[in-house]
């Protein structure tokens, strides 16, 4: 299993390139330093700053052999007689190339641009970073060389150094620009964090003063003011019960435009001094506003979601205008030209799949008259790209990448500088390296100091009781790992819960006991293995398989598996197979449901052989926003849209698969909903709401009364599925912190 650690035969603990038994000269040491990782080949442990990396053993072999001969190049035939014995029959290309993507990503390394291995094309792989060994003894570290020596050099090899020599010197001088400009743009930055923030408390905005003295955040006790050299912390009041969303300084670093937001209400935007006195609203709607670096205008967002707009108007906060935006679009962070001539924007369309390629973008606003009709250039287009944005003084433009698996619950800030043609001037910088998601990033006036926030989501499967009134106990936490863990059904017994998990890299289906604190492994592969339910009887389990989370064009299987043991076959295949409920016996009703760019399909299926009929078909440009679930007496189908948007008045729509009319429930006294789900008596149905603050389960029966069943504290309720006798609910649970860093120069 990748999480248990590896143990190493001892030759490969003593040997080394030297012969003698001896690790490069150092006896029998058995533990090597580089960097935040610390390497311990006895016991087979990668750990990075004290905490456990997980390294299957082809990985942690490899890296044992490169931190042998840090700076040498490593052929490729040299691992394979390390790693695999002439009686082993591999594809030794394929296994090697597997092995290596695997450390890199332990070691949070990029390929194009790498901190510790290098590929040598052609040839082999070679360890960049410095490395340390560990002796037993005890007397402290010792710097492994650079490059391996050997203990003598035979004379009738020395004419031949000594020839080449001056060809090696010459061709060092040549490249010695390239190698130095290299360094300084790899070179690392120093880091600070900036708030220490609990887990029930993260940070919610954050923004660094144009001066470089401040630090302004925002937490759910408040909003505070932090000298960054000092420490010196005080709080600044805000109107009512508000709590800031977005913070944009102006060049005066004594006032901010700070977008402020009650629960279930559109954000406004206000003027607020960081002295204190009197706070004064400048636009009813408005978030993310960014000042313009001459502190004339802002740039902000308006609208729901999935409609909403970019506008500019005076820092006023008079007569706004319209910019840029359609429906579909979804924005991330504004940013301002060093020069105020141009406005860059990250955005992304709004997809049916789990991915989306985002783009960072940028309009021309040196002439406002005509701001609307000027179309943007896209400067940079790739997966993988999020929200956060900034665009420093000396032209760089900051930007958040998400990470490859199995590290894709992190993501990281990257740079590129763009020339006057707004063309990249180089290949884009990674400048950091750390756990957790960037969801914020400001940077000072003088571009020394970059500020961001770095959050990390734990979404958990949580098990909660109700009793013979229907009152559900405090829910306790079941799934105990520090990965992505979503509940999406119980086995028949209600003893255990099913639910997907992204611990191995790719999302697997596991089932877990309620009484136990490890999960059992159902289904697994290089693809993802998703949306697991039991097919009416229990068992069968049913799954889709997507081999690519953003491409809308790759087919999704609908998969069968026994849930006892066996093998799985396709009973479905689309462009894109959105979700798969079943009835609960004796009824048999199955329903997977297609989407595309204009509609919503439903279909029945057997869960052996996958026939069925086409039963519904919604027709609807943004049908990404749908939530539905089937009865479990299979008689109806509950449907509800708003996944991301706040309404007045949510609705469900309830269709009836027996012939019966429509029905619609009104959602009355809450913003919006999330989800639904059927509760085991199809007589109501568990809905959560979108609130941000205010973030409730609540208990929908079909005459639309509304009961909230909890109200979940620091943490987020995201669905609730029933056991089949009702008395259990498992819930998607997320929890977050969040706290500031700063890169410095």
């Known amino acids: 299993m990748g999480n248990q650690a590896v143990r190493l035969p001892d030759s490969a603990i003593a040997g080394s390139a030297n012969g003698n038994g001896t690790a490069n000269g150092n006896g029998n040491a058995s533990a090597r330093k580089f960097g935040v990782f610390d390497l311990d080949l006895r016991a087979g442990e990668l750990r990075r700053n004290g905490v456990k990396i997980k390294l299957q053993e082809q990985p942690f072999l490899l890296l044992a052999q490169l931190l042998e001969r840090p700076g040498e190049v490593i052929t490729r035939e040299d691992l394979q007689r390390r790693l695999w014995p002439a009686d082993t029959f591999v594809d030794f290309d394929h296994s090697l190339n597997a092995a290596i993507r695997r450390l890199r990503d332990a070691l949070g390394d990029s390929a194009e641009n790498p901190t510790f291995v290098e590929t040598v094309a052609r040839r082999g792989y070679r360890f960049l970073a410095p490395v340390t060994v560990v ?56 880091v600070t964090r900036l708030t220490a923030n609990p887990v029930d408390d993260p940070t919610r905005t954050a923004a660094i003063s144009r001066d470089g003295r401040y630090l302004a955040f925002s937490d759910d006790t408040g909003f505070y003011l932090r000298q960054i050299d000092t420490g010196e912390t005080h709080s600044i009041a805000m109107p009512g019960d508000q709590l800031a969303t977005s913070i944009a300084w102006l060049p005066d670093s004594a006032h901010m435009v700070v977008s402020l937001a009650e629960s279930s209400h559109e954000s406004s935007l206000w003027e607020i001094s960081a002295l204190g006195g009197k706070v004064r609203k400048l636009i009813d709607e408005g978030s993310r506003a960014v000042v313009s670096p001459d502190g004339q205008m802002i740039a902000f967002i308006a609208g729901k979601p999935i409609h909403q707009r970019i506008f500019l108007a005076p820092v006023t906060g008079d007569q706004p205008r319209e910019l840029a935006g359609q429906d579909g679009d979804v924005f991330g962070d504004l940013a301002w030209s060093p020069d105020g001539k141009r406005l860059a924007y990250t955005t992304a369309k709004l997809t049916y799949g789990y991915g989306a390629k985002g783009m960072v973008a940028v309009v021309d606003v040196s002439n406002p008259s005509i701001v609307r009709s000027v179309s943007p250039t896209v400067v940079l287009s790739v997966y993988g790209l999020e929200a956060p944005l900034a665009w420093a003084s000396d032209g760089r433009i900051l930007y958040s990448l998400s990470e490859p698996r199995p590290r894709q619950a992190d993501s990281n800030l990257w740079s590129i500088r763009l020339n006057e043609r707004l063309q990249p001037e180089h290949a884009p910088i990674r400048l950091t390296n750390d756990q957790g998601a960037v969801v914020g990033v400001s940077v000072s006036a003088d571009s020394q100091r970059i500020v961001y926030i770095k959050g990390v989501p734990q979404p958990d499967v949580y098990v909660g009781r109700l009793d013979s009134s229907g009152v559900l106990s405090e829910p306790e936490r079941l799934t105990l790992d520090d990965h992505q ?10 003893k255990n819960i099913i639910f997907m998990s992204d611990r191995t890299g790719t999302f697997d289906i596991y089932k877990q006991s309620i009484d136990q604190t490890v999960p059992e492994l159902l289904v697994s592969g290089m693809e993802h293995s998703t949306d697991p339910r039991l097919s009416p009887d229990g068992s069968r389990l049913l799954y889709l398989v997507t081999p690519g989370w953003a491409d809308t064009n790759t087919d999704v299987a609908l998969m069968s598996v026994p849930l006892d043991g066996g093998a799985s076959h396709q009973i479905a295949k689309s462009k894109w197979i959105n979700n798969d409920q079943c009835s609960r016996a004796p009824a048999s009703v199955c329903i997977y449901s297609t989407i595309t760019d204009t509609g919503l399909t439903f279909y029945t299926f057997d869960p052996i052989t996958g026939t069925g009929v086409q039963v519904l078909q919604l027709k609807n440009d943004l049908p990404q926003m749908y939530n539905w679930t089937l009865s479990p007496d299979g008689t109806t189908l509950a449907i509800a849209k708003g996944k991301l948007e706040a309404m007045s008045e949510p609705t469900i729509r309830l269709v009836s698969l027996k012939g019966a009319p429509d029905r619609w429930l009104t959602v009355a006294g809450w913003a919006g909903i999330s989800s639904i789900d059927w509760a085991a008596d199809s007589k109501s149905i568990w809905a959560a709401t979108s609130g941000e603050k205010e973030n ?50």
Request: no cysteine; aromatic share 8%; proline share 9%.
């Open 485 to 494: 863990d979503l509940p999406f059904d119980w086995t028949a017994d209600g």
């Open 135 to 190: 002796p037993p003894n005890g007397h402290g570290p010792l710097a492994v060389p650079p490059l391996a020596t050997q203990s003598a050099t035979p004379r009738f090899r020395r004419w031949w150094i000594a020839a080449v020599t001056g060809i090696v010197l010459v061709l060092l001088g040549l490249v010695l620009g390239f190698h130095l400009a290299r360094r300084q743009a790899t070179q690392p930055l120093r």
């Open 696 to 745: 409730a389960l609540l208990q929908i029966d079909l005459n639309g009364k509304v009961r909230p069943v909890w109200h979940p504290r620091k943490i987020r309720v995201g669905w609730a599925i029933p056991s089949r006798d009702g008395k259990l609910l498992a819930l998607h649970v997320d929890s977050r912190s969040a706290n500031v860093w700063m890169l410095e120069k």
